[in-house]
């Protein structure tokens, strides 16, 4: 209870349910050892007064009982120990500053984060302002995936400026109160990018199910959109399995087990995982914000996401420049998922490539013909060549 009064991190992630029910339950645990410790002073008076000395005697059942008892608080002890380790290590989490600036958004009620790179406001020949990259990336952290290519790929002077957020959850962004659909992840970024003053013209480059979040972004910024590029993204089709039973159960039964921190203390113990591979990196999908963005994004996935995507769908500009990257290797295994990326280069009428990159992963980007395309046609599409 300290621990989390104390932080103030900790108490935002908590809320007011969380430290209620702390402080409920330590109250509790101290009447009841309060309780324990008066009955058997009782039980030690009574004995005295009618035998004259204590009875230490019993019978098997109040052994078994004493078992019984021993075994839970033994239970009890491991269970605190492991609640207070994990809040040292969230702890320790919350002290890795953050890039950019985190932003109040939904009146206030939580904070997202957002990080520009590179000098805003730069023209073309033609005196029209020059996209900026805006980043969505797919399950985790967006600074473990696409961000670091495309920082390379703004070092590399292929694009002039890029941005990318953390939805929330991830990161360094807050939780949404919930339900939380796509779009209400669309509004928020938008109010996010207002407050910091940025305005566009944007080019959208996602990956994953990051391809839903951008779409629905850019039916909402009709004007202010440049162009999009789906790497390998995630078709409206999918929405029923990331919205599947089966995987809410999961995602319920690892959020139960989150506070325990198990995989978080394993990882920080024996495989030396720091405050970067949990907040952003490889071990972020552990920690318990993220567990609960993902099943906020499956609760609501076949209802108010695909209603949201379907609307998108239908009032996208026809006109604005569209690239879609595919996997090779998932195109190949699978053949619903090559329709579905088929499909995706029908989201405009203004396709310009659609390139399969042969032996590349999903995230087509990590393979060196998928990066070299990438950013080629990431190029293309911010200078203004977009054209085979």
């Not at 009841?32 to 004259?52: C, D, F, H, S």
């Amino acid at each position: 209870m300290c621990i989390i009064l104390g932080v103030a991190h900790i108490r935002v992630e908590e809320g007011w349910v969380g430290i209620a029910s702390v402080v409920w339950a330590t109250f509790i645990s101290i009447y009841a050892i309060g309780q324990n410790r008066y009955v058997a002073w009782g039980k030690k008076e009574e004995e005295e007064r009618l035998t004259g000395r204590e009875e230490t005697r019993r019978p098997l059942r109040e052994w078994l009982a004493v078992l019984i008892a021993t075994i839970i608080m033994v239970v009890l002890a491991i269970v605190s120990i492991l609640f207070t380790a994990t809040l040292i290590i969230r702890i320790q989490d919350s002290s890795l500053a953050a890039p950019g600036k985190k932003y109040y958004v939904n009146g206030n009620h939580y904070q997202v984060h957002l990080d520009c790179v590179g000098n805003p406001g730069r023209k073309t020949e033609d005196g029209d302002r020059i996209p900026t990259v805006l980043l969505e990336g797919n399950h985790g952290p967006v600074e473990h995936t696409l961000q670091p290519f495309i920082d390379d790929a703004y070092r590399n002077g292929s694009i002039e400026r890029y941005c990318y957020w953390d939805r929330p959850g991830y990161a360094w962004s807050d939780n949404a109160p919930s339900p939380y659909s796509a779009g209400m992840a669309a509004d928020s970024l938008s109010e996010a990018l207002a407050l910091a003053g940025e305005e566009g013209p944007w080019v959208l480059v996602s990956a994953g199910v990051g391809g839903i979040y951008s779409r629905i972004f850019a039916s909402r910024h009709l004007l202010e959109v440049d162009g999009i590029m789906l790497i390998d993204t995630l078709h409206e089709d999918y929405l029923d399995s990331l919205g599947s039973p089966g995987r809410g159960f999961i995602l319920w039964i690892r959020g139960v087990l989150s506070p325990l921190g198990l995989d978080r203390l394993a990882g920080a113990i024996f495989k030396g995982r720091t405050r970067e591979d949990r907040v952003i990196g490889r071990s972020a999908y552990q920690t318990a914000k993220v567990i609960r963005a993902k099943l906020q994004e499956n609760l609501v996935a076949k209802s108010m996401t695909a209603s949201e995507i379907q609307t998108a769908r239908h009032v996208q500009m026809p006109d604005t420049p569209l690239t879609v990257i595919s996997s090779g290797v998932e195109v190949r295994k699978s053949e619903k998922w090559r329709k579905a990326q088929e499909e995706l280069t029908k989201v405009t009428k203004n396709l310009k490539n659609w390139d399969i990159v042969r032996g590349a992963p999903h995230e087509v980007w990590r393979s060196a013909e998928g990066r070299s395309i990438v950013e080629k046609r990431l190029k293309q599409m911010v200078k203004g060549k977009g054209k085979k």
